[in-house]
């Protein structure tokens, strides 16, 4: 039993490892889709590697070379995660490593129910960026809800 939890521990501290690795040196492109829509939008996007931290993306005025754009990734292409990467090297010259999708039912469960109608309030109603608005609008984080929005694929996390 010793040498079991020994291999164990030996295999999660390598995995802590890689992993730290790997955050450190890739590129994260996270996507907010609103899948209230009936062909799905990206609403909000960021890059994130622990060099630069967080970049805000505004959708809309990202595109590629055929000028198709950020947030019509779903309505313009059959693999738009492809076409996501191809935007984010095309408008800004990095290259994303992974990809996080969170959907409209992941946000609610971990930024609280009226996320969505606070960013419109703050970015509609009073003016603001979609990037302050969705920072004011995050007042609080749930941790418990990562784990469950991943297992039911409301967060999708993959290499793209």
């Not at 490593?97 to 109603?125: K, Y």
Request: charge should be negative; hydrophobic fraction near 45%.
């Amino acid at each position: 039993m010793g040498k079991i939890l020994k291999y164990l521990g030996i295999i999660i501290l390598i995995c802590v490892i890689v992993g730290l690795i790997l955050s450190a040196t890739c590129n994260v492109l996270i996507l907010a889709a609103d899948t209230s829509e009936k062909i799905p939008g990206v609403d909000m996007a960021a890059m994130w590697n622990a060099g630069e931290g967080f970049q805000w993306i505004y959708p809309g005025s990202s595109f590629n070379a055929q000028h198709h754009t950020l947030h019509n990734i779903y309505m313009d292409s059959n693999e738009p995660y492809a076409y996501a990467k191809d935007i984010i090297q095309y408008t800004y010259n990095k290259t994303p490593n992974i990809c996080v999708v969170v959907d409209n039912d992941a946000a609610q469960a971990l930024f609280g129910d009226h996320l969505i109608d606070n960013i419109r309030q703050h970015d509609w109603g009073e003016g603001n960026s979609r990037g302050d608005s969705i920072m004011m609008s995050i007042t609080s984080l749930n941790p418990l809800a990562i784990l469950p929005s991943i297992l039911s694929g409301h967060i999708q996390i993959f290499p793209i």
